[in-house]
């Protein structure tokens, strides 16, 4: 009826092309609710599969979290001083004995140049480090 | 503008919307989580990673021991070798 094609156009003509325009209208808006609904069921199915994946992880993660503390907590209070003073006495054992340096020098074991604080030898990472790992455990949230 | 039986698309859109919503707070927990879990996996793994090392290293000293026996009071502080050279495994 708006169409300017249309204002000279018989009545029996303008009706026809108002019911087509209604039809097409109609056919838009099924078009756009199903294609909502398809966006909203794919929505959920995402929302299902990272929520599965997010309990997943908090189950991981109450499952580490103490094993981990509890290790690394244990390796630094016992194991690293005691480590780190078998390769301080080894290191001094190397400079009595050279012919013992080249099995340090394998797993570059240096002496330590860090502050009197924490004398200990550092190794290169890449030979796994003999350095501590952060004495403070894991984030808590 | 949304009336009557137009109120069908308006309550989908919100959904999705709310829907969008909770999928980004859920993927902000999960990421947390998996930085969380990956950080505590580093720290475990240097952690065996040091023992490791300790462990290749006594080795190699009690074989030197063989050799040379003057290491053998350094070995047997840290119960890697009880006095007949009987090489015993690290923790």
Sequence with gaps: ?141 | MFTGKNLVPLTLVALIFFSALFSLFCVFLYMRGMGELRGLQAQAARVENSRNLLRLIAAESVEYSKRNPAIDPLLQSVGLKQGAATPKATK
């Design chain 1, 1 to 141: 009826m708006n169409d300017p094609e249309n204002f000279d156009a018989p009545p029996e003509t303008a009706l026809a092309g108002n019911n087509d325009l209604a039809e097409q209208y109609a056919a838009l808006r099924r078009l756009f609710i199903l294609s909502l609904v398809g966006l909203l069921i794919l929505a959920a199915s995402f929302n299902y599969l990272i929520l599965r994946q997010l309990v997943y992880t908090r189950k991981d993660l109450d499952v580490v979290r103490p094993q981990v503390t509890q290790l690394v907590e244990g390796y630094t209070k016992n194991e690293e001083p005691q480590i780190r003073s078998f390769i301080n006495n080894l290191i001094g054992f190397a400079k009595a004995n050279p012919d013992f340096a080249p099995i340090l020098a394998k797993y570059k074991i240096v002496a330590d140049t860090r502050p009197a604080a924490a004398p200990a030898p550092a190794v290169a990472p890449q030979a796994a480090p003999t350095q501590a790992p952060p004495a403070t455990p894991a984030k808590k949230k």
